[in-house]
T-cell receptor
Framework: GAGVSQSPSNKVTEKGKDVELRCDPI?????LYWYRQSLGQGLEFLIY????????KSGLPSDRFSAERTGGSVSTLTIQRTQQEDSAVYLC???????????FGPGTRLTVL | QKEVEQDPGPLSVPEGAIVSLNCTYS??????FMWYRQYSRKGPELLMY????GNKEDGRFTAQVDKSSKYISLFIRDSQPSDSATYLC???????????FGSGTQLTVLP
């Protein structure tokens, strides 16, 4: 079946602009995650959605970051007033709620000029 | 101190070599251990999954967990240029939400 898809694959924006990143998880996976991966760094957890429960936003680095998940499926990560330090690869992953492993999408490479 | 430590490399080996990739962890509650492979400009893909201590073999890949020393290893036999990627170890006490990742080891297998 289809894996996790993300769009766009690449995004170049100017400092101060807002960006929206999209994730479409694997069908049947009720858990959805956003991670950030910077050059030479590990995976940084950002936010977690599980079904209809309130999202776990504990990893969001600032209030410029927000995310929503509509209809328990597609998710959008929004970064407002982008800064150069926001440049990174943003990875989305999904899983079944009773599983301990994640399935990742190809990522969105964000470059803030 | 990070909960999962991984030597970032880079590691470069000739084709056919045996590769050993290693991680250490500090959380005694970790029960599930994974290795992800990430090709350049791609997302990580699950490569190996083990529960508790012991070995697990899949083709040329063997994952080994030693809970007494809190040591996680991935061995690649007869390495191929197509194995060139970044390898990330990850551990959790239960749920995927609690997954903690190492920083990744960049491997290059030279033809």
């Amino acid at each position: 079946g289809a894996g996790v898809s993300q769009s766009p694959s690449n995004k170049v924006t100017e400092k101060g602009k807002d960006v929206e990143l999209r994730c479409d998880p694997i069908s049947g996976h009720t858990a959805l995650y956003w991670y950030r991966q910077s050059l030479g760094q590990g995976l940084e957890f950002l936010i977690y959605f599980q079904g209809n429960s309130a999202p776990d936003k504990s990893g969001l680095p600032s209030d410029r970051f927000s995310a929503e998940r509509t209809g328990g499926s597609v998710s959008t990560l929004t970064i407002q007033r982008t800064q150069q330090e926001d440049s990174a690869v943003y990875l989305c992953a999904s899983s079944r709620p009773d599983r301990s492993s994640l399935y990742f999408g190809p990522g969105t490479r964000l470059t803030v000029l | 101190q990070k909960e999962v430590e991984q030597d970032p490399g880079p590691l470069s080996v000739p084709e056919g070599a045996i590769v050993s990739l290693n991680c250490t962890y500090s959380n005694s509650a970790f029960q599930y251990f994974m290795w992800y492979r990430q090709y350049s400009r791609k997302g990580p893909e699950l490569l190996m999954y083990t529960y508790s201590s012991g070995n697990k073999e899949d083709g040329r890949f063997t994952a080994q967990v030693d809970k007494s020393s809190k040591y996680i290893s991935l061995f690649i036999r007869d390495s191929q240029p197509s194995d060139s990627a970044t390898y990330l170890c990850a551990s959790t006490s239960g749920s995927a939400r609690q997954l903690t990742f190492g920083s990744g080891t960049q491997l290059t297998v030279l033809p």
